[in-house]
């Protein structure tokens, strides 16, 4: 008897202290709350004393404490004392990877997008693809992190990969052949240029990192020594990074005293502004962003800054929306809560961030293109594929590539480039487009179902 009550008590103990900490102002409504948490401890009891099989009550409480966090959204995370000190470490020494950026979405490990030069790009990953098993073990239920790591290994190891993809037209994810993939080490600070044709200079990030903007700097002087009138910069597949990288790449071709981004939650202190404080030194000439599903984070919070200032018009398809702030907290016993306190919003007050859970916000989040240019997975994949050989070493000059595929979100920036067709028919045409998509979508919900006969229905 006197074992139940230290359990309750423990069980107790565990949960206000939980509340307490999650929600400060939980105390206000304390009457209201009390009753749920009753109904918590009495649930947590009940299975411990009764449930078929011996559980354990550090576990359950973990379990419910999971829940709690898990409830809010796709990127708060509760983690126990191993999780947050292998976070806190980072002990990830020369170990190898596949190239991919993950996040949970849906209750799935989804993949944000593949780096082009990467195994998992040279295999034919796509953005949005669901990692289902990692070597024959199912992570459906499994925390991120867990799942990062067990597809990290030694640089040349090997890893299995079972994924499914979405159809487009049934909208059901199906599953793919497995991937076999060779870990290795990825370095994803690396820029590409060359010049087009009609003094256009090109200029294609893959990643914002420690060393970006260096790299964009250098690039920009050579295709301004090169003739560079107008430009197009490409952020296809490129999943972001550090903020002070978007922050500081959005400077150089915006005017002084321009927003970049702000970030609002809600208190008073989460609110943060991200100005540029001088001209730019590319703040002359048209300019082009290209951006598609695997465009987050970092790329989205540079489209958006450019597109609302009016100095770039964007191409491609909407962004994958990925930019909230989360704020790392230590608790009790070792362990952490990543909680988020913020979300990124566009100078003109878009918010970045898409919510994957409520479909009611669908038409939220993410960046949309000036001029849209739907390009099936596949098609776009091969416009990368010459980055895809190519063994980037610091320092080294990039080799020659050839580009023979067709690309149409890039030539559709560069006919609105050269003039050979205006901006406004571009924005016109496309909106017109995305009309007849909407309209004929809904037509298609609203006909009538053709019914099965009874004798040819089978059960599925």
């Given at each position: 008897?006197?074992?139940?009550?230290?359990?309750?008590?423990?069980?107790?103990?565990?949960?206000?202290?939980?509340?307490?900490?999650l929600?400060?102002?939980?105390?206000?409504?304390?009457?209201?709350?009390?009753?749920?948490?009753?109904?918590?401890?009495?649930?947590?009891?009940?299975?411990?004393?009764?449930?078929?099989?011996?559980?354990?009550?550090?576990?359950?409480?973990?379990g419910?404490?999971?829940?709690?966090?898990?409830?809010?959204?796709?990127f708060?995370?509760?983690?126990?004392?191993?999780?947050?000190?292998?976070?806190?470490?980072?002990?990830?020494?020369?170990?190898?990877?596949?190239?991919i950026?993950?996040?949970?979405?849906?209750?799935?490990?989804?993949?944000?997008?593949?780096?082009?030069?990467?195994?998992?790009?040279?295999?034919?990953?796509?953005?949005?693809?669901?990692?289902?098993?990692?070597?024959?073990?199912?992570?459906?239920?499994?925390?991120?992190?867990?799942?990062?790591?067990?597809?990290?290994?030694?640089?040349?190891?090997?890893?299995?990969?079972?994924?499914?993809?979405?159809?487009?037209?049934?909208?059901?994810?199906?599953?793919?052949?497995?991937?076999?993939?060779?870990?290795?080490?990825?370095?994803?600070?690396?820029?590409?240029?060359?010049?087009?044709?009609?003094?256009?200079?090109?200029?294609?990030?893959?990643?914002?990192?420690?060393?970006?903007?260096?790299?964009?700097?250098?690039?920009?002087?050579?295709?301004?020594?090169?003739?560079?009138?107008?430009?197009?910069?490409?952020?296809?597949?490129?999943?972001?990074?550090?903020?002070t990288?978007?922050?500081?790449?959005?400077?150089?071709?915006?005017?002084?005293?321009?927003?970049?981004?702000?970030?609002?939650?809600?208190?008073?202190?989460?609110?943060?502004?991200?100005?540029?404080?001088?001209?730019?030194?590319?703040?002359?000439?048209?300019?082009?962003?290209?951006?598609?599903?695997?465009?987050?984070?970092?790329?989205?919070?540079v489209?958006?800054?450019?597109?609302?200032?009016?100095?770039?018009?964007?191409?491609?398809?909407?962004?994958?929306?990925?930019?909230?702030?989360?704020?790392?907290?230590?608790?009790?016993?070792?362990?952490?809560?990543?909680?988020?306190?913020?979300r990124?919003?566009?100078?003109?007050?878009?918010?970045?961030?898409?919510?994957y859970?409520?479909?009611?916000?669908?038409?939220?989040?993410?960046?949309?293109?000036?001029?849209?240019?739907?390009?099936?997975?596949?098609?776009?994949?091969?416009?990368?594929?010459?980055?895809t050989?190519?063994?980037?070493?610091?320092?080294?000059?990039?080799p020659?590539?050839?580009?023979?595929?067709?690309?149409?979100?890039?030539?559709?920036?560069?006919?609105?480039?050269?003039?050979?067709?205006?901006?406004?028919?571009?924005?016109?045409?496309?909106?017109?487009?995305?009309?007849?998509?909407?309209?004929?979508?809904?037509?298609?919900?609203?006909?009538?179902?053709?019914?099965?006969?009874?004798?040819?229905?089978?059960?599925?």
């Amino acid at each position: 008897m006197k074992e139940k009550k230290l359990n309750r008590f423990a069980v107790l103990a565990a949960t206000i202290f939980f509340v307490g900490t999650l929600f400060p102002y939980a105390y206000g409504a304390v009457d209201r709350g009390l009753k749920k948490l009753r109904t918590l401890v009495e649930v947590l009891e009940f299975v411990k004393e009764n449930y078929v099989e011996t559980t354990d009550s550090d576990q359950l409480v973990e379990g419910a404490i999971r829940g709690v966090v898990g409830e809010l959204d796709d990127f708060s995370q509760y983690l126990n004392e191993k999780e947050y000190k292998n976070l806190k470490n980072d002990t990830r020494g020369d170990f190898g990877g596949l190239g991919i950026r993950l996040q949970k979405i849906d209750g799935f490990i989804t993949v944000v997008t593949p780096m082009p030069g990467t195994p998992a790009f040279r295999a034919g990953v796509m953005p949005q693809d669901r990692i289902l098993e990692v070597d024959g073990k199912d992570i459906t239920d499994m925390e991120l992190e867990e799942a990062v790591e067990l597809m990290r290994g030694p640089e040349g190891s090997k890893v299995t990969v079972v994924m499914s993809r979405k159809n487009e037209k049934t909208g059901t994810y199906e599953p793919l052949p497995a991937f076999h993939f060779k870990r290795q080490k990825i370095v994803p600070e690396v820029v590409y240029h060359r010049m087009l044709n009609d003094h256009i200079g090109y200029l294609y990030m893959v990643d914002f990192s420690g060393h970006s903007l260096e790299e964009v700097k250098k690039a920009l002087a050579d295709l301004r020594q090169k003739g560079m009138q107008s430009m197009v910069l490409d952020l296809r597949f490129n999943p972001g990074g550090l903020l002070t990288g978007a922050v500081d790449i959005s400077k150089l071709f915006l005017p002084q005293d321009k927003m970049i981004v702000y970030t609002q939650g809600r208190k008073p202190e989460y609110y943060q502004e991200f100005k540029t404080t001088l001209d730019g030194p590319y703040v002359e000439g048209k300019m082009a962003v290209l951006v598609n599903q695997g465009s987050a984070s970092a790329s989205e919070i540079v489209s958006g800054a450019l597109q609302d200032n009016k100095r770039a018009f964007v191409v491609g398809q909407r962004t994958f929306g990925k930019a909230s702030v989360q704020q790392l907290v230590p608790l009790s016993g070792g362990a952490g809560l990543r909680l988020t306190i913020a979300r990124y919003y566009t100078p003109s007050g878009r918010l970045i961030q898409r919510d994957y859970r409520d479909k009611s916000k669908a038409d939220e989040g993410g960046i949309f293109p000036d001029v849209e240019v739907i390009v099936p997975s596949n098609e776009e994949y091969k416009c990368f594929k010459p980055y895809t050989d190519i063994v980037y070493v610091p320092g080294q000059k990039t080799p020659e590539l050839e580009f023979k595929e067709k690309d149409p979100a890039l030539e559709k920036a560069v006919e609105i480039l050269t003039g050979k067709i205006s901006l406004e028919d571009a924005v016109a045409a496309s909106q017109k487009a995305a009309q007849e998509r909407k309209d004929k979508k809904q037509a298609e919900k609203q006909a009538p179902a053709v019914k099965t006969p009874a004798s040819s229905k089978t059960d599925k």
